[in-house]
Nanobody, 115 residues
């Protein structure tokens, strides 16, 4: 059974930093990409950043230059370094693994940025 466990969320002041981690346990066949998404109440979940197993990255325009996604393929772990946080970044952040047969989601971790 595959589980994704996220950590690193919390409360931070505007301008601060947080680092999110997501570790996957269990066997996942042919991972294509890992990513982070976020969601606020009443809105659809939106892409924050993705990284392929080959290292290619993609970022939402709103986080470019502030957030950095990285991964450890051997550990099936994906990270999101978030710098220069602002209140608009407040959301529940979810990690995602896109594999050949299906996708997997974490349970979400709350990030709150105070002004």
């Amino acid at each position: 059974q595959v589980q994704l466990v996220e950590s690193g969320g919390g409360l931070v002041q505007a301008g601060g930093s947080l680092r999110l981690s997501c570790a996957a346990s269990g066997t996942i066949f042919r991972i294509n990409a890992l990513g982070w998404y976020r969601q606020t109440p009443g809105k659809q979940r939106e892409l924050v950043a993705t990284i392929t197993t080959g290292g290619s990255t993609n970022y939402a325009d709103s986080v470019k230059g502030r957030f950095t996604i990285s991964r450890d393929n051997a550990k099936n772990t994906v990270y999101l370094q978030m710098n220069g946080l602002n209140p608009e970044d407040t959301a529940v952040y979810y990690c995602n693994i896109r594999a050949a047969l299906r996708g997997y989601w974490g349970q979400g971790t709350q990030v709150t940025v105070s002004s």
